[in-house]
């Protein structure tokens, strides 16, 4: 079963918030699941859900675990680098895709894609933007799919 785990970052602080969704009087919180009794109001745009997958390797200082370990977990609005190419991952309908940014097809994702071209999380959308402007593309600063 594909564990269910929600980010958000808070507009006030900058920080980003990992546990579960909860939205109240229409606006987004994240529970995080060491305290169920508290919870943080994140900005609506950059929720974003984990895709189920882990990356090869990220930049992010996030640690999970005691043994020091790199969040590797790869989220709905990351910027990952495979074959080169900074993509950024979107919701499309029911499914998450890698979209290039720039008009380009693309890619929808699932094990095989990320066993046979591993990625790099490289960045948020949301704090990175500029990532995918180096490829000719819309910066998609407030996109999500």
Not at 92 to 105: H, K, Q, R, W
């Amino acid at each position: 079963m594909r564990e269910i785990e929600f980010r958000g970052r808070n507009g006030t602080e900058g920080s980003w918030y990992y546990g579960d969704l909860k939205v109240k009087r229409g606006e987004p919180y994240i529970v995080p699941r060491y305290g169920r009794d508290i919870c943080f109001k994140v900005e609506p745009e950059t929720v974003g859900q984990y895709i189920g997958l882990k990356a090869a390797d990220s930049i992010r200082r996030r640690i999970v675990n005691q043994r020091g370990e790199k969040d590797l977990r790869v989220f709905e609005g990351d910027i990952v680098l495979m074959r080169g190419i900074p993509w950024v991952v979107i919701r499309e309908s029911l499914t998450f895709v890698l979209d290039p940014g720039n008009g380009n097809a693309r890619l929808f994702i699932n094990e095989g894609l990320f066993e046979k071209n591993p990625v790099k999380i490289i960045g948020v959308i949301h704090d990175n933007p500029e990532l995918l402007e180096d490829i000719g593309g819309d910066s998609q600063k407030e996109r999500k799919g």
